[in-house]
Nanobody, 126 residues
Framework: QVQLVEFGGGLVQAGGSLRLSCAFSGRTVRDYIMGWFRQAPGKEREFVAAIGRSGYHTHYADSGKGRFAISRDNAWSTVYLRMNSLKPEDTAVYYC???????????????????WGQGTQVTVSS
């Protein structure tokens, strides 16, 4: 059974940076496309970024392009989300997710991801 645990959330001022980590266990992480999603209060969960199994392919929501960077270290079974130039509208619970797809394709939504972490809160103050 795949287990995902997120770390690294917290309170940061606008313009600051955070790096989220997602620890993967239970299976071989390199067999999964990994993604980050977020959910703000009163809003639906939304896609943030995804990375292919080898790390070669990445895809970002428009909201994070140029500011966020997703990466992975398969040797350490960890996926990262580096967030720079944070804005108050980035405030949300951030979730790590795993998609067992065999080949890379741009994620169409959260239904492609079978496994989810419990989330980590990111709060950006103005």
């Amino acid at each position: 059974q795949v287990q995902l645990v997120e770390f690294g959330g917290g309170l940061v001022q606008a313009g600051g940076s955070l790096r989220l980590s997602c620890a993967f266990s239970g299976r071989t992480v390199r067999d999964y496309i990994m993604g980050w999603f977020r959910q703000a209060p009163g809003k639906e969960r939304e896609f943030v970024a995804a990375i292919g199994r080898s790390g070669y392919h990445t895809h970002y929501a428009d909201s994070g392009k140029g500011r966020f960077a997703i990466s992975r270290d398969n040797a350490w079974s960890t996926v990262y989300l580096r967030m720079n130039s944070l804005k108050p509208e980035d405030t949300a619970v951030y979730y790590c997710a795993a998609d067992p797809a065999a080949t890379w394709d741009v994620p169409q939504g959260d239904k492609e991801f079978d496994y989810w972490g419990q989330g980590t809160q990111v709060t950006v103050s103005s």
